[in-house]
């Protein structure tokens, strides 16, 4: 009878993360926090931190995360305000500019003078190496929580708003520019061209560009009538989904081929119905699987404790390098104080890439399991603080309504 339950044994799985995020969402909105901070809490108490009740690790729940950070950009994509969009470029570039630069720079220097202990053996030169991918690390930012808080605050159309989504766009492909460079000068095996990087990264923009025009222009003039309502939001799941994959084949990543995907379809009127239509059986299923499984992929054993002076100066220097690095862009670009700040706490969440990269680290021996650890705590800290301190920095600004049309 029970024979061949084991293959099924998924769904078991997924019906435990969907019910801890049914529970942790409706926990953290009983004190009033997004829903999202209660979900990745309850994925840290799941997972192997603490009860190990649920494999972080399933190939199954990986993917369906993926699919949920890709259906949640698409769907701010699709409430971006186009024509705030293009006025926030020189801003979102300020943002970024400064959300690269400072983390780095803090990231590389105060490991470097303070902590070379917990640097891999070496000369002082490869020590500089060590500590400046320790830098590239902290470069990284993953909006896909402030995202999520943004919409249930309504101010993803605010001016603050797209500047997050803006900078965090261009501070991605900076940081994958970086990132190649310092992994050519660490390792100089590597076989990773910078100007071929380059060149993938603007043929994508361009193609994103000429489908995106195509795309909008095209459903506009020529999709009307029951016909094209009832194959829209299937034809909108192509779109995002196709983008999103072709940007992972020029080195980009799928979220933002999701994000452009979701802007193209901005501009046509069935932008209403899509939104409606997607984030109806997203957010029931896949978003909240990804929000749990960033909670299942914290792995902090007591070992932290014996350095944990060190992981905190990390965490402490991530958080801060954003917070002052993307407030100062948000600054010079004609933000009050305080819409700066919350750009700057917009900034500050790490996810996946941040641990990708960190991983990639210690399997090439450029950093120690000691700063493994400690991005890992950066991850969890920063997907933590930031859902509260955006609700309590947007208290009392006016909701911002984008979503019109179908």
């Not at 070379?116 to 590239?136: D, K, N, R, V």
């Not at 766009?169 to 310092?182: E, H, S, T």
């Not at 100062?328 to 700057?344: D, E, N, P, V």
């Amino acid at each position: 009878m029970w024979a061949h339950a084991g293959e099924y044994e998924f769904l078991l799985q997924l019906a435990i993360l969907l019910i801890a995020a049914s529970i942790g969402g409706w926990l953290a909105a009983k004190i009033s926090m997004p829903p999202v901070l209660g979900q990745i809490l309850v994925g840290i108490l799941i997972g192997p931190t603490v009860f190990n009740l649920v494999d972080g690790n399933n190939d199954i729940i990986h993917k369906i995360s993926q699919i949920g950070v890709v259906f949640l950009m698409f769907l701010a994509g699709l409430e971006t305000d186009l024509k705030e969009l293009k006025a926030s470029g020189k801003g979102a570039s300020m943002i970024a500019l400064g959300g690269v630069v400072f983390p780095l720079a803090l990231g590389t220097f105060v490991p470097l003078y303070f902590f070379t202990q917990y640097l891999p053996a070496g000369t002082e030169s490869q020590h500089f190496m060590y500590a400046l991918y320790i830098g590239t690390i902290l470069t990284a930012t993953s909006v896909s929580i402030s995202v999520s808080v943004l919409r249930d605050i309504k101010q993803m159309g605010s001016r603050q708003g797209v500047s997050i989504l803006g900078g965090a766009i261009i501070d991605d492909v900076v940081g994958i520019i970086l990132l190649a460079i310092v992994s050519g000068m660490v390792n100089p095996n590597s076989h990773t061209s910078v100007l071929q990087l380059m060149i993938n990264i603007v043929s994508f923009f361009i193609l994103s560009i000429v489908i995106g025009t195509i795309v909008s222009k095209g459903i506009t003039r020529f999709a009307q009538g029951s016909v094209w309502r009832d194959r829209i939001v299937t034809f909108a799941i192509i779109l995002c989904f196709t983008l999103a994959f072709a940007a992972e084949l020029f080195s980009v990543a799928a979220i933002t081929g999701a994000y452009f995907a979701g802007v193209a379809l901005a501009a046509t009127p069935y932008r209403h119905r899509v939104v409606n239509k997607i984030q109806s059986f997203a957010f029931a299923l896949f978003t909240p699987i990804f929000f749990v499984s960033i909670g299942l992929s914290a792995v902090i054993t007591s070992d932290i404790v014996k350095y944990l002076g060190y992981a905190l100066v990390i965490v402490l220097l991530a958080i801060g390098g954003k917070i002052i690095g993307c407030g100062l862009g948000a600054r010079l670009s004609g933000f009050s104080g305080k819409h700066s700040m919350q750009i700057g706490i917009g900034m500050i969440a790490r996810a996946e890439v941040a641990l990708i990269v960190a991983n990639q680290g210690l399997k090439s021996h450029i950093i120690t399991n000691q700063t493994f650890t400690s991005v890992v705590l950066l991850v969890v800290i920063s997907t933590i603080v930031t859902p509260p301190l955006l609700k309590i920095l947007f208290k009392g600004e006016k909701p911002v309504e984008v979503c019109s049309g179908e």
